[in-house]
């Protein structure tokens, strides 16, 4: 069973950044695809970005293109999430999740892999 876990969360006044971090138990043909979902309360969960990780194609939300930046460190088993420009409506729990293919940034049900999110609050 591939396990995630996202760190670097935290409270930020409107405009500032945080990096957010997730580590993988694996780097596999389960994980080829890796993203970060967020859910603010009575809200969708819904995607920000995603990453295939062999060829580094990202894909973003329009929501937050330019602002965020998705990587990943294949040594260190670890995806990244830059946010930059932070605004209050990025205010949300930020999951990782990870699934085998990868061709677009997805919804929640096309990710099998998820992690219990990061809280990332944006004051303005």
């Known amino acids: 069973q591939v396990q995630v876990e996202e760190s670097g969360g935290g409270s930020v006044q409107a405009g500032g950044s945080l990096r957010l971090s997730c580590t993988a138990s694996?780097?596999?043909?389960?994980?080829?695809?890796m993203g970060w979902f967020r859910q603010a309360p009575g809200k969708e969960r819904e995607g920000v970005a995603a990453?295939?990780?062999?060829?580094?194609?990202?894909y973003y939300a329009d929501s937050v293109k330019g602002r965020f930046t998705i990587s990943r460190d294949s040594a260190k088993k670890t995806l990244y999430l830059q946010m930059n420009s932070l605004k209050s409506e990025d205010t949300a729990m930020y999951y990782c999740?990870?699934?085998?293919?990868?061709?677009?940034?997805?919804?929640?049900?096309?990710?099998?892999?998820w992690g219990q999110g990061t809280q990332v609050t944006v004051s303005s």
């Open positions: 999740a990870a699934r085998s293919r990868c061709y677009a940034l997805g919804t929640q049900s096309d990710y099998t892999y």
């Open positions: 694996e780097f596999s043909a389960k994980t080829l695809c």
């Open positions: 990453i295939y990780r062999i060829s580094g194609s990202t």
